[in-house]
């Protein structure tokens, strides 16, 4: 599902001061309770209005995946394929199906329900830690986190162009910093390439659980990722008449990461069309390093009046 601030919510507004709390807060949201052998509950998010953000669903449902694995193997895929929209209202229920279980890796099926439907099926494979012929894509020459403003620095810059809502959602204090690279204009969209950067980070201290970390990756990789297939139509999340949302998505984690330190999002949108578009990602440390690769195909439609 998308990044859609007009009808998807993020973890409830803290103290702007409260950098760690927010952290605090987004670990929380995505560890599950085993309630049952493979059937894990996800809790809400306290505050949360509307559809469930598509990411919480994902690294949820890579959290509870990740409870019927050994401990030597850890995520190198998943691909996920949303159904129906989440309720904010009820938690989420996740079904884990234990498919295989061979000497190197492991493939697990999650299934995502609320009021006794499914809202999610998701595929994860699980690798046992081992060496391999390496290469790797070089990082994109763009200017670092340092030098550039946050969305929320640019939203108050913008604010008279931007509708009510979408201002109040990307000013608040949320868990995820973001800071574009380059134009960054929602309320008056120009058309450009296909080509977007950003950098996010996890706000505060994550801890050290290898696997919490790649949960929030999962999480932000919904965020920035199917705008960009918007961006040679000069349209936006505001636009009046778009209808949008993720059909499906995937991440391909290619070796340790945090994400309480900074990632530069690489992404581009080779095709669109039939009312879909499709998007493609990359993930980078600071120091150049790809960690993750993701791909999204989503629903981008003009209603007509």
Known sequence: MKYDPARQSEPAPVDSQDVQGLADGLARLLRVEEIDTDLYRGPRNPGGKGR??????????????????????????????????????????????????????????????????????????????????SHADSM??????????????????????LPAGFYQMVTRPRPIELRPVGPWSPGNPSKLEPVRHIWFRVRGDLGNDPLLHRAALAYASDMALLGTSMQPHAVSWVSPGLQSASLDHAVWFHGPVRMDEWLLYATDSPWAGAGRGYNRGRLFTQDGKLVASTAQEGLIRIRKK
Not at 143 to 155: F, I, R, Y
């Open 140 to 161: 994109p020459d763009v200017p670092g986190p340092d030098s550039l403003k946050s969305e929320a620095e640019l939203a108050e810059e913008q604010r008279e162009s």
């Open 52 to 133: 469930v953000f598509g990411g919480q669903v994902v690294g949820q449902a890579l959290m509870a995946a990740s409870g019927s694995v050994d401990g030597d193997r850890s995520i190198h895929s998943l691909h996920a394929y949303f159904m129906r929209a989440g309720d904010e209202n009820f938690p989420i229920i996740y079904r884990v199906e234990r498919d295989f279980d061979g000497g190197s890796f492991s493939t697990r099926r999650i299934i995502a329900m609320q009021k006794g439907q499914p809202i999610l099926n998701m595929a994860a494979s699980f690798q046992r830690t081992e060496e391999g012929l």
